[in-house]
């Protein structure tokens, strides 16, 4: 490979990513994704947008930024391709991505990652950093045009993905890992652990399902709670203010009302 | 505490400031320590843990008498994965002078990755730790004064030392499942012991409990006493056995939060 004369080849880090590069190298009709020519730690990756969804029949390209501690920092994604649901040229909040890496874990490789991606293009986005909420009609749109889109450096990424070769199945451990990361991701912004001992029994839809019923209110709430708690303070200390000023007064107006009784008679 | 301006500002961008605040100072504060303290120190005689609490009673009696049991001490550096790194360079350094015990740690270090598959771990990336993690274990094994050296280089390379703590993590976590039915009554909380796992256990950076330190000696069948130095009473840190009986094969000294090494 042409990194052997420029990266350190002992270095654990080198040595995942260029096993990695091995793995992902033939493309399957679901993604793909290489090591740019000079530079190890970057990756281009296309995705199919999942079927039966919004993004069906669109194909998506991005960047992958690996910290230099990877795989025990998560990976960076950002979309390149117009999508509307996740917004182009910025790090992406899914939580496996790099604003929650608290829940990475370096057992995940690039080909969980993005799974990870495809598996969440469904999902609503609820105004976390990074997400868009387009309508249906604008996805397919976009999912249309997604196909003569161009990457500088990689060309028509419609031509990049496999026709023929099936994708790798997803197999039962990696089924698991992904039932965790959208569970976490659940966790993350609903606060609402008791799903968790269900895990087991609940196939994937209807996690999802269940995610669309709950995340939006939830999430709102605490939007909003975000939202009214400075607004609350200042209400409650102009509140304060005015009783203040209510009683100053009307003790003066006793005050006062003493003394006249006192010194007019 | 600097985190207080960005409140003032509108709420749509207090959630991105906050997130971005709250990083940057973990990046920071990361930064900090890492320039700072070696990943594994050098052997310092108990001395210097004295000099550290001139002026804390508690602390400095407790110092002295652990003086009395333990020569030695080899900090580490606190990024969560001290338990870890601490356990398993004590533990090496310990196997470079007893060859039967090396060979029978390596037997079970190589059967360890079929274990690990056969409960579910993806083999691609448990692989990859393995080899890794299997090159450490032999570059030391040789048994000489090398050995030491060479223990000591690898444990602070960050991309050698951290991929040891990983696999020792995943070690960890498959003794835990393994024998899940016991391990779930230490768990706090409503987690089973597999999501304690993907959260407490595998992920790096994540400080380590008792009951890692439970599946770790019972993983490797190995004794591991730990003492506890903190505000309680007494002037003596007390000492705790894992699994209890066992005579100890490593001896760690823990302060909240933090684990290193002893040196009997």
């Known amino acids: 490979m042409s990194f052997e004369g420029k990266y ?36 281009h990756f296309t995705v199919h947008g999942p079927p039966s969804t919004d993004f069906e029949g669109g194909v998506y390209h991005g960047r992958i930024l690996l910290p230099p501690e990877y795989p025990m920092k998560p990976p960076n994604i950002i979309l390149l391709t117009p999508n509307g649901r996740f917004e182009v040229n910025k790090k992406i909040c899914l939580s496996i991505s790099g604003h929650h890496p608290e829940t990475w874990q370096p057992s995940w490789s ?4 993005l799974l990870a991606l495809i598996a969440f293009m469904p999902t609503p986005g609820n105004g976390t950093i990074g997400s868009l909420d387009y309508s249906t009609e604008e996805r397919q749109k976009l999912a249309k045009k997604s196909l003569s889109w161009q990457c500088d450096s990689c060309g028509k990424i419609a031509d990049l993905l496999s026709k023929d070769t099936a994708k790798t199945p997803i197999t039962e451990e990696e089924q698991h890992m992904l039932d965790t990361i959208a569970l976490k991701a659940e966790e993350a912004s609903t606060n609402e652990p008791s799903f968790s001992s269900s895990i087991e029994n609940v196939s994937e839809s209807e996690l999802r399902q269940r995610r669309m019923d709950t995340q939006p209110e939830t999430h709102e709430q605490q939007e909003a709670e975000i939202i009214v708690n400075p607004q609350v303070e200042t209400m409650s200390s102009s509140n304060d203010l005015f009783w203040s000023i209510l009683i100053a007064t009307l003790l003066f107006a006793i005050i006062l009302l003493v003394l006249r009784r006192l010194f007019l008679v | 505490m600097e985190n207080k301006p960005s409140q003032q500002k509108p709420a749509e961008n207090t959630e991105v400031n906050q997130d971005e ?22 052997k310092e005689p108990l001395q210097s843990l ?8 508690v602390y400095l009696s407790k110092a002295k008498t652990l003086g009395q049991k333990y020569s030695y001490i080899r900090r580490t550096r606190p990024d969560g994965n ?16 007893i060859k039967d015990e090396f060979e029978k740690f390596r037997e079970l270090a190589l059967k360890s ?13 448990v692989e990859d730790f393995h080899d890794t993690f299997m090159e450490v274990i032999d570059k030391v094994g040789a048994g000489t004064e090398a050995s030491r050296l060479e223990l000591h280089k690898l444990f602070n390379e960050q991309g050698y030392s951290d991929y040891v703590v990983v696999y020792l993590r995943l070690i960890a976590s498959g003794q835990l499942q393994r024998e899940a039915d016991f391990y779930q009554h230490f768990i706090e909380g409503d987690r089973t012991v597999t999501e304690f796992c993907h959260q407490e256990v595998e992920p790096m950076y994540k400080e380590s409990d008792h009951i890692h330190i439970i599946a770790m000696s019972a993983a490797l069948g ?39 090494i002893l040196y009997p």
């Open chain 1, 110 to 113: 690039i080909r969980t990652a």
């Open chain 1, 8 to 43: 350190n080849v002992k270095s654990p880090a080198v040595k995942r990513l260029m096993r990695e590069a091995q793995e992902l190298h033939e493309a399957t009709e679901e993604y793909c994704a290489h090591p740019l020519d000079d530079n190890l730690f970057e990756w």
């Open chain 2, 50 to 57: 004295e000099r550290e609490y001139l002026e804390d009673e």
């Open chain 2, 222 to 260: 190995t004794g591991v006493q730990v003492r506890y130095m903190d505000r309680g009473a007494g002037t003596e840190a007390t000492a705790h056995d894992f699994p209890e009986g066992v005579p100890p094969a490593v001896h760690l000294l823990y302060r909240p939060g933090h684990y290193d």
């Open chain 2, 21 to 42: 605040l709250i990083l940057q100072q973990q990046r920071r504060i990361e930064k900090e320590i890492s320039e700072s303290i070696a990943l594994v120190g050098e």
């Open chain 2, 82 to 97: 001290c338990f870890f790194r601490a356990f398993s360079y004590a533990y090496l350094e310990r196997l470079i002078d």
């Open chain 2, 113 to 125: 990755k079929d274990n690990l598959v056969s409960l579910g771990f993806p083999e691609f990336t």
